[in-house]
């Protein structure tokens, strides 16, 4: 696998752009649900029932203090989107474009405070720490690697929702 070099960054939080001030973003654990199946057989086998909760995201800002953020509108307790628009180049030297759009509930916003780095102050930083997401979907250079609704039950792990004819048959979109 050939490494990959962040070269830009653009993320939205509640419609706001930030950019350099973004310094750690931990994207949610998209993972399976299975369970076992043994009707009929001597053994068992693994059946997809599900999603397990897309937990496990945050954003780490620089420059924003709880007062700012509430000003944003981000609170704890509040539903956020998030859009982050990335740009690699890997060690080939092509370019890659990986775009994340989550929707979640925000459940903490620790301050950090500030801290002294060499001769230059940094400035104060707030945690963002997300819920169980509702929705996250994943793109790269323009393929769905996830595309999770749980909401409109939208499931999509890259070759199509599965759940399309199952909503359409009981009369849902």
């Given at each position: 696998?050939?490494?990959?070099?962040?070269?830009?960054?653009?993320?939205?939080?509640?419609?706001?752009?930030?950019?350099?001030?973004?310094?750690?973003?931990?994207?949610?654990?998209?993972?399976?649900?299975?369970?076992?199946?043994?009707?009929?057989?001597f053994?068992?086998?693994?059946?997809?029932?599900?999603?397990?909760?897309?937990?496990?995201?945050?954003?780490?800002?620089?420059?924003?203090?709880i007062?700012?953020?509430?000003?944003?509108?981000?609170a704890?307790?509040?539903?956020?989107?998030?859009?982050?628009?990335?740009?690699?180049?890997?060690?080939?030297g092509?370019?890659?474009?990986?775009?994340?759009?989550?929707?979640?509930?925000?459940?903490?916003?620790?301050?950090?405070?500030?801290?002294?780095?060499?001769?230059?102050?940094?400035?104060?930083?707030?945690?963002?720490?997300?819920?169980?997401?509702?929705?996250?979907?994943?793109?790269?250079?323009?393929?769905?690697?996830?595309?999770?609704n749980?909401?409109?039950?939208?499931?999509?792990?890259?070759?199509?929702?599965?759940?399309?004819?199952?909503?359409?048959?009981?009369?849902?979109?």
């Amino acid at each position: 696998m050939t490494e990959r070099v962040l070269m830009s960054r653009s993320v939205l939080v509640g419609g706001y752009p930030l950019k350099n001030e973004i310094t750690e973003l931990t994207p949610p654990q998209i993972k399976k649900k299975y369970a076992s199946s043994t009707g009929g057989t001597f053994g068992s086998r693994p059946v997809l029932v599900g999603v397990e909760p897309m937990s496990g995201a945050s954003i780490k800002i620089n420059d924003l203090s709880i007062g700012l953020a509430l000003t944003y509108g981000l609170a704890m307790g509040e539903k956020v989107t998030v859009t982050i628009m990335d740009s690699y180049q890997d060690s080939s030297g092509l370019p890659h474009v990986e775009q994340q759009v989550w929707y979640g509930e925000i459940m903490d916003m620790p301050d950090e405070g500030s801290k002294k780095v060499g001769d230059d102050s940094a400035m104060q930083s707030v945690s963002i720490n997300f819920a169980d997401l509702i929705s996250a979907k994943k793109l790269l250079d323009g393929k769905t690697i996830h595309n999770i609704n749980l909401d409109s039950d939208e499931i999509d792990f890259g070759q199509g929702d599965i759940l399309k004819l199952h909503r359409t048959a009981v009369g849902r979109p």
